[in-house]
């Protein structure tokens, strides 16, 4: 049986989660900006404590692997690693954007398809579509919206778009098969559902070689002389 800790920091919202036998134990989440690279550390090492467990204890580590913010994956990615180091036990990814699909679909009762989009900056997110069955229908890639988007789409099936990028399809799209939920964020819960499959099946990453799924490159920009 295992004890899988999972952890989120693809967005601003940083959540870690414990999974004991495949059930969700506990979970913490954090809407704090800029809040991971402080305050991860302290809340793994709580939450894990206040279920009854130690660091020891655990089975893997799960990570959410991206796409989203640069720093907040590379945080994440580097306190999973040094877990795993540490306790000499393996590494599960998930992509971020399949388990907030994942999560919004245990509550979905319609057949729309579902669109989970993290803000990309500007008019860019990064999104997937999914069906209900939380089958892909198109990957995970970086999409700047306009009045278009998804037109070819929504002229003959409805499209759940939720995440904190999808206000930007909110402004721009009219469709009556547009549906739109607000306030869901990437959680670690959902993360760690899907890591107990993949850890069932010994789907491990190389945690000597293993790098956030960033989708683009990251670019630093230089300051205005003023």
Excluded: W
């Excluded at 979905?108 to 500007?122: F, G, H, Q, V, Y």
């Excluded at 904190?164 to 469709?175: P, Y």
């Amino acid at each position: 049986m295992s004890l899988i800790l999972s952890i989120e920091t693809a967005t601003t919202v940083c959540s870690v989660a414990l999974h004991h036998h495949e059930q969700l134990i506990g979970t913490q989440t954090l809407y704090i900006e800029k809040s991971h690279s402080g305050l991860l550390a302290p809340v793994i090492d709580s939450l894990v404590k206040y279920c009854g467990f130690t660091l020891s204890d655990l089975s893997a580590v799960a990570i959410s692997e991206g796409p989203g913010s640069y720093t907040g994956l590379r945080i994440g990615v580097s306190t999973a690693k040094g877990l795993c180091y540490a306790l000499d036990i393996p590494l599960i990814a998930v992509n971020t954007l399949e388990a907030m699909a994942f999560g919004i679909n245990k509550y979905n009762k319609s057949e729309a398809i579902l669109c989970p989009m993290i803000d990309a900056r500007r008019m860019e997110v990064y999104c997937l579509l999914a069906n209900h069955q939380m089958e892909v229908v198109e990957p995970t890639k970086p999409e700047i919206i306009d009045n278009a988007s998804f037109e070819d789409i929504l002229l003959k099936d409805q499209i759940m778009f939720f995440g904190n990028g999808a206000a930007k399809c909110k402004e721009v799209i009219n469709s009556t098969n547009a549906l739109f939920v607000d306030d869901v964020y990437p959680d670690a819960s959902n993360v760690g559902f899907l890591a107990c499959r993949k850890f069932e099946q010994q789907q491990f990453e190389d945690v000597a070689y293993f790098e956030p799924f960033y989708l683009k490159e990251f670019r630093i920009s230089k300051p205005k002389v003023k």
